[in-house]
């Protein structure tokens, strides 16, 4: 039953798709840009949640935290959910935007949003009164994070927004 699983999964990742995400290099990164301190007990939300790999790793390093992630793909929820084994995070199937009661809960949102929409973004920084990691180029801000993601040994520019101010 095990094996079968872990085939899966590794059929999944080595789908030809588009998909791409934070490295765990690149979460440590996040961690440190945002500083965010051990006893970090906030809500975390990653919209666009994919694997679930970056939503994973933060309620590993920060057990007081609330996390959670948004997909839109059943099966990278479905995907997210075996990962997850025991680690208490919460994934929710949908579309971003019927989600908005999570992302007005959120005080970090961390989003690998590269191909959303102007509207999409719009709508995650009006409802939200926290900080907000995107790579969105249309939301550029002047706070620049660089952050290795899976598809380039190169670090990707984000960019930092606190969605309280706009800026
Ligand atoms: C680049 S992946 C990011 C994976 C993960 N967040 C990471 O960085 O490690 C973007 C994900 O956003 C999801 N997505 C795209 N539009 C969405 C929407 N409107 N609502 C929720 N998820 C969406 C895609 O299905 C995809 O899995």
Do not use: P
């Amino acid at each position: 039953m095990k094996d079968k699983l872990i085939k899966k999964i590794i059929n999944v990742f080595k789908r030809k798709t588009t998909y791409g995400e934070l490295t765990f290099k690149g979460v440590n990164e996040l961690i440190q840009a945002l500083d965010i301190k051990d006893d970090y007990n906030g809500v975390f939300l990653d919209i666009g949640s994919g694997y679930g790999k970056t939503v994973i790793a933060i309620k590993e390093m920060f057990a007081k935290s609330k996390c959670y992630g948004i997909e839109i793909i059943k099966e990278r929820v479905e995907i997210a959910n075996k990962l997850k084994w025991s680690t208490k995070v919460d994934f929710i199937e949908g579309d971003l935007r019927d989600n908005k009661k999570i992302i007005q809960k959120a005080n970090i949102i961390y989003t690998n949003s590269l191909m959303f929409s102007k509207e999409d973004m719009e709508f995650i920084i009006n409802n939200n009164k926290g900080i907000l990691i995107h790579n969105n180029h249309n939301f550029k801000s002047n706070e620049k994070i660089r952050l290795t993601c899976s598809w380039s040994s190169r670090k990707q520019n984000f960019y930092k927004i606190n969605t309280n101010t706009n800026r």
